[in-house]
């Protein structure tokens, strides 16, 4: 190894993984040095950007444009999306803002209405103040994100003080349109927006590090050379009661472990 | 084929060679369209007409020595023909892989510098493998690698390797302390200005003995600071030292209790790398109140366990840090300070 040169050190890392190539870095002053390099970074850097996607300044190096996307979601102009990498794939993430989902009876201040909350990198988030027709539908364009990978999609979301009507589980489904092909009627999952164990097989939220809830809406396989969009949608029309207090900061798509 | 074959072969086939010289300074003869699969080999036959006599041999790369030259041959020898289905050189490729580590970094040297792209990447592709998930230290001793890097600059990549939440309370708190320390620093520089030309080497002495009424003042002031210290890391009622000793403890405890710490917040906007000044100050107020409560008492429950564990293990390396005779005693404990932070880290990083 001592007589291979900087470039070849650089092309074997680049067939490693992120996490093998920080490692790298604390082997010894060659490995350092093409682990730093460009060319190692830019092989996990996706090889197309979105749109929108504006690389955040003062960030000299690949490896640090990298490391920038992966820790702070980056706004996407003039959408409300958010687009982030995976720390160990340097594969694609999204987060659809509240606003770029479609809420019906959203636009009504008497059902929903819109506030800011600090720490969250959306500038609004959504109120559920009360309605009996619980509808939420995302779309997402599936070329948005990363080859042959096994994505999930999350609703995020947390409650106010004064949650109602989330006891029993509600309707989760996650359908690909693709251009080709017409969609089946799709036969929506269960899933519990609370953690009381009323319905075993629902799926459950989990809460995250920054203190939102999250629950799966479903997950898709991402094939070369798919087109389309992914529909994500939430939905409680089904009973006759009010449902009160959810704050929706909006779904995020992120590959599964 | 072997060399009968040839030798008898030759007239019949009229096969055309081309003469190499490896770095050894030994001649030999190739197979034209075995050659000519090494982009570089053919490029000095086409560009400089070099190759076809004894006496113009082309001189092979320093990297290429005769071993590793009579594999990639036998490796060109294999590919070099059309009819091979892609499973048939699938399959050859993997065996041919096999070998030591050694041969491989030697091989991937050789191929290298023949420009042969094919074997490149199979080559780096099964060091590759190799890399993957080892440590450090590991890789070091495989590829028999000098251990060059200094304690800091070994560290610094742990930032960046892992989205555990400890690692990034590490990291702020290892901010935050250097922040205090720079402050002590400054404080401290401001109290020594009176002292510290006109202190003798004796002075030091019993200053570091507490003797000295003429520093009693200022060691009293450094022994209070330095017991605030002990404190801070021993005992558990501070705020601050209680979340320093959870994140210390979870790093003790890493092995056993990984699944133990709670989902520690981490900020929407953390970075991973903290940045001197203002980002410090922004720390703690990223965490959801309600996130730090649970935080809280979570490190209540570590404390008790804490203590005997760190004392004993920071046992050796405080004894060096207080006292320093070379009259740069606020500098001395800071870089002590920092070692300590470094000794943990080196701790994490053995178990990446």
Redesign the interface.
């Given at each position: 190894m001592n007589n291979l040169p900087e470039d070849c050190i650089a092309m074997i890392l680049s067939l490693t993984t992120p996490l093998d190539v920080c490692r790298s870095s604390a082997v010894s002053r060659i490995f350092r040095s093409a682990a730093d390099s460009d060319d190692v970074w830019n092989h996990f850097l996706p090889a197309d950007f979105p749109a929108g996607f504006a690389a955040p300044a003062g960030l000299p190096t690949r490896k640090q444009l990298f490391f920038s996307l992966v820790d702070n979601p980056l706004l996407l102009n003039d959408t409300h999306l958010s687009f982030s990498l995976e720390r160990k794939s340097g594969n694609k993430c999204y987060m659809m803002a509240a606003r770029a989902l479609s809420i019906v009876w959203g636009h009504d201040p008497r059902y929903w209405h819109w506030i800011s909350l600090p720490n969250t990198r959306f500038g609004e988030v959504a109120e559920l103040i009360m309605v009996w027709w619980l509808e939420i539908t995302g779309k997402i364009n599936i070329t948005l994100l990363s080859d042959d990978t096994l994505y999930a999609a999350h609703l995020v979301f947390k409650w106010n003080h004064s949650p109602y009507g989330f006891r029993q589980p509600v309707e989760a489904s996650l359908v690909f349109l693709a251009d080709t092909e017409s969609t089946d009627d799709v036969q929506p999952s269960m899933i519990s927006l609370t953690q009381d164990p009323g319905c075993d097989e629902a799926q459950s939220p989990v809460l995250r590090r920054d203190g939102w809830y999250e629950v799966e809406l479903g997950h898709f396989f991402k094939r070369r050379g798919d087109m389309g969009e992914i529909e994500m949608s939430l939905k409680e029309t089904k009973r006759p009661f009010e449902k009160k207090g959810l704050i929706l900061y909006g779904i995020e798509i992120r590959p599964m472990p | 084929m072997s060399e009968g074959d040839l030798a008898v072969m030759k007239p019949e086939t009229m096969k055309s060679y081309i003469w190499l010289q490896t770095a050894d300074g030994s001649i030999q003869q190739v197979e034209q369209e075995v050659a000519m699969f090494c982009p570089m080999i053919c490029q000095e036959v086409i560009q400089k007409g070099v190759g076809s006599s004894k006496n113009h041999a082309i001189s092979l790369p320093q990297?290429v020595n005769p071993a590793m030259f009579s594999l990639i041959l036998d490796y060109c020898r294999f590919h070099q023909l059309p009819g091979r289905s892609n499973k048939e050189r699938k399959t050859y490729d993997e065996r041919f892989i096999r070998m030591d580590t050694k041969r491989l970094?030697?091989l991937?040297?050789a191929a290298?510098s023949l420009q042969l792209k094919p074997l490149?990447d199979l080559t780096?592709?099964a060091?590759?493998r190799i890399?993957?998930?080892?440590?450090?230290e590991e890789?070091?001793e495989i590829?028999?690698?000098?251990?060059?890097?200094t304690e800091e600059?070994?560290?610094?990549?742990?930032k960046?390797?892992m989205?555990d939440?400890r690692i990034r309370l590490l990291n702020r708190l290892y901010a935050k302390k250097r922040k205090e320390l720079k402050e002590r620093e400054r404080l401290k520089n401001v109290e020594v200005e009176e002292h510290v030309d006109e202190r003798s080497v004796d002075d030091l002495l019993s200053f570091i003995n507490g003797r000295d009424p003429k520093v009693v003042k200022m060691s009293k002031g450094k022994k209070k600071k330095k017991k605030k210290k002990d404190q801070k890391i021993v005992s558990s009622n501070d705020k601050e030292s209680r979340d320093l000793h959870s994140k210390q403890q979870c790093v003790e405890e890493t092995g056993s209790s990984m699944r133990e710490v709670p989902?520690?917040?981490?900020?929407?906007?953390?970075?991973?790398?903290p940045k001197a000044g203002s980002e410090d100050e922004d720390i703690d107020d990223?965490i959801?109140p309600?996130?730090r409560e649970l935080l809280d008492r979570e490190v209540e429950d570590f404390a008790q366990r804490l203590n005997s564990n760190w004392v004993r293990s920071l046992g050796q390396e405080r004894r060096p840090v207080h006292f320093s005779i070379n009259g740069n005693g606020t500098t001395r404990r800071h870089t002590g300070m920092v070692s300590i932070w470094l000794h943990l880290y080196k701790r994490f990083?053995d178990i990446?």
């Open positions: - | 990297r970094c030697e991937t040297s290298d490149v780096s592709c060091l590759a890399i993957e998930g080892k440590t450090p890789i070091r590829f028999h690698l000098p251990d060059d890097l600059e070994k560290l610094e990549p742990l960046n390797t989205d939440p989902n520690l917040p981490s900020a929407e906007d953390d970075i991973s790398t990223e959801d309600a996130m990083l990446l």
